[in-house]
C-alpha cells in the first residue's frame, strides 16, 4: 500500500477509536529513498483523505496541498536516531496522557503480549511543542533503543517496524493503560512475572497435521463470513485489539473454524480463516495458539456452538486486579452470564482440563487472570452479545466504584429471573 493509503487508513482507525482529536496527533512513514509522508497540521482528523498527505522529501522540500504537522521535527529526529524505525505514530490517547501527567510510565507485564509488544518504555521531559528541544529529549529516548515513549503532560510516540507495527504498538499500549487506570479503580492490578510471560510465549502449539484436500461447502463459507465480520466488529466495538483474541464456530461434529494467530485482527479476511477438520488444519495456515483450549470445549460440550476469547479494558480490569465481576448487577447481565469465575494464569495452557470443566449452561464464560475472557454460547451472534453484555457491566462496575459499593439483586430476584428467562 501507498504510505499516503496506510497513513488514511490508520489515522481514520485512531480517531473512530476515540484515541486522538481531530487537532491533535500525527502519524508519518519514511519510505526507501528516504522521503518522509506525514500528516498536514491543521486539517480535519475525522475527513482526511489521502491527498491531504505531505511528503517531505530528503532536501526537505514540501510536495503536497498542505503544511506538514508542526511535530514534524521530532518525527525527523527520530528516523535520524533510529533507521530500524519506518513509521511513528503520535498522539494524546486519555489513559497515556493520565500517566503522563503524573510522570509514570505504564507497567506492561499485566497482560502477556504488551511486554513483548510494546517492550520497556521511555520517558521524554517536557518541551515546547514543534520545537528542536522536543526533537532532541524524544529522539534521546528513541536513541536508548526504546520502541515507545511517553511524552510528559502531552501524549506518547510510539515506532514500528512499519505503520501496522507502529499501529498495533500503540494500541496495545493505550489498552494496558486503560486497563491499569480501571484495575487501579476496583482494587490493585497483579503484575505477571517474566517466568510467566516466557512461558506463555513458550506455548505456540505444535502444528496439527495439514489435511489433504479442502473441501469448501456453502455452509463452511458462511460461517468463515461470520467470523469475519464479527472480529470486525469486536474490533470496532473495542471489545478486541489487533495484538490479541480468538474466535472459532463449530462446524459439524468436532471440526470447526477458527481464527489464525498473527494476523492484526482489523484486517482479518475470509482467506485467513482457518478450517480444522479430522483433527488436521488447512495447509499453509497457522490456527490460533489456543486452538487446543477450543477443541476441548467442543468435545465436552455439545451444545457450545462458537467460543470467542478476548482482552476488552473492562472485563480486563478485574482480570488483572483479580477482583470477582459480579455479575447480579441487573437482570440482562445475570441472565446473559449468571455466574463468571477466574482461574489463575496458565490454566489456558493447552491440554489443561480446568477451564472445559468449568463451562457450563449456567456458567457460559470464565476469566483467564491476567490473559483474556473465554465466551461460549450457540451462535456466534449469541456469545459476541454475551461478550458485550460482560463488557458493558464490567464497566458499569468500574464507573460505579467510586460512587459505592455494589447492591446485587437478591437471591429471591435472582430465583425470579431463573423461573422466568431460563427454565
Ligand atoms: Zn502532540
Known sequence: MHPQDQITEVIGRIYRAGLTTTSGGNISVIDRQGDIWVTPTAIDKGTLQ??????????????????????????????EARP?????????????????????????????????????????????????ELGKEIAGQFGKGFHAVIMENHGTVVGGSD???????????????????????????????DEQISEFESQIPEDIPEMEEVEHTPEEQSIRRNIALL???????????????????RWQGNDFLITPRDVPRWEMGLEDIIQIREGKREPGKLPSRSLMLHAGIYEAHPEVNSIILTQAPNIMSFGVSHTKLDVRTIPESWVFLQDIISVEFGKQFAGDPTIPGLISKNRPAVIVQNDGIIVTGDKLLQTFDRLEVAEFSA?????????????????????????????
Do not use: W
Not at 55 to 76: A, I, L, Q, W
Not at 168 to 193: C, D, W
Open 50 to 79: 489521502r491527498k491531504d498527505i505531505v511528503c517531505v522529501k530528503r532536501d526537505g522540500t514540501v510536495k503536497g496541498y498542505h503544511r506538514p504537522s508542526s511535530e514534524f521535527p521530532f518525527h525527523k529526529a527520530i528516523y
Open 231 to 249: 472480529v470486525r466488529r469486536a474490533c470496532d466495538q473495542g471489545l478486541m485489539i489487533s495484538s490479541y483474541g480468538n474466535m472459532s464456530v
Open 163 to 193: 505503520l501496522k507495527d507502529a499501529y498495533v504498538r500503540f494500541e496495545t499500549l493505550e489498552f494496558s493503560a486503560r486497563t491499569l487506570i480501571g484495575a487501579k479503580t476496583i482494587g490493585e492490578p497483579r503484575y505477571l512475572t
Open 395 to 423: 464497566k458499569s462496575l468500574v464507573m460505579g466504584h467510586p460512587l459505592g459499593e455494589l447492591v446485587p439483586i437478591s437471591p429471591d430476584q435472582i430465583e425470579d429471573l431463573r423461573r422466568k428467562f431460563l427454565s
Open 84 to 132: 530500524d524505525i519506518r513509521a511513528i505514530v503520535h498522539a494524546h490517547p486519555p489513559a497515556l496522557v493520565s500517566f503522563s501527567i503524573v510522570r509514570q510510565i505504564p507497567d506492561m507485564n499485566i497482560i502477556p503480549q504488551a511486554r513483548h509488544i510494546c517492550g520497556p518504555i521511555g520517558y521524554a521531559g517536557y518541551a515546547l511543542p514543534g520545537g528542536e
